[in-house]
C-alpha cells in the first residue's frame, strides 16, 4: 500500500511545471534533459503488462533512476528514494479509459504531476 501513498502524494490539482531546481538538474545529469528522461519514463510506461514505473533517486551515487515494479513489495532497489510513481494497474485507470488507452492515462498522469512533492523526497 505505500507506493499508492506515493502515487496520490505526487499528483495534484494544481500543478505546474517542473521548475529549475535539484529535480530537474537530478533529470538532466541522469538522462540529458527533463524531457530525454520524460520520453524515457513514458516508454517503459508502455510495457506489456501490469505493475509500476518508478523513478528513483540512488543515494549511492545521487542519480536518478528508473524501474518497473510488478508487484508493491518486490523488486525495489535498496538506497533508492521514490521520487515519482506511476501505478500502471488497470484499477487505476480502467475508470476513465479503456485498456488499450493506457498511453492517454499516463499523459493525463503527467498533466497532474505535484513536481513540488517529488522534488521533496530528493531533500
Ligand atoms: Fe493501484
Redo the contacts with the bound molecule.
Keep these: 500500500m505505500r507506493?499508492?501513498e506515493y502515487?496520490f502524494d505526487n499528483m495534484t490539482r494544481h500543478p505546474a511545471d517542473v521548475g529549475t531546481g535539484k529535480l530537474y538538474n537530478a533529470f538532466g545529469d541522469a538522462y540529458g534533459g527533463f524531457q530525454e528522461w520524460k520520453a524515457d519514463f513514458i516508454s517503459v510506461s508502455g510495457m506489456r503488462g501490469v505493475g509500476w514505473v518508478i523513478a528513483y533517486y540512488a543515494l549511492h551515487n545521487e542519480q536518478i533512476t528508473k524501474h518497473w515494479i510488478d508487484d508493491h513489495e518486490n523488486g525495489h532497489l535498496a538506497g533508492c528514494v521514490p521520487v515519482l510513481v506511476l501505478?500502471l494497474?488497470e484499477?487505476?485507470f480502467i475508470g476513465d479509459y479503456k485498456p488499450a488507452e493506457r498511453g492517454k492515462y499516463v499523459e493525463a498522469f503527467f498533466a497532474n504531476v505535484d513536481w513540488k512533492a517529488c522534488e521533496a523526497r530528493l531533500l
Design positions: 507506493l499508492h502515487y501505478d494497474w484499477h487505476a
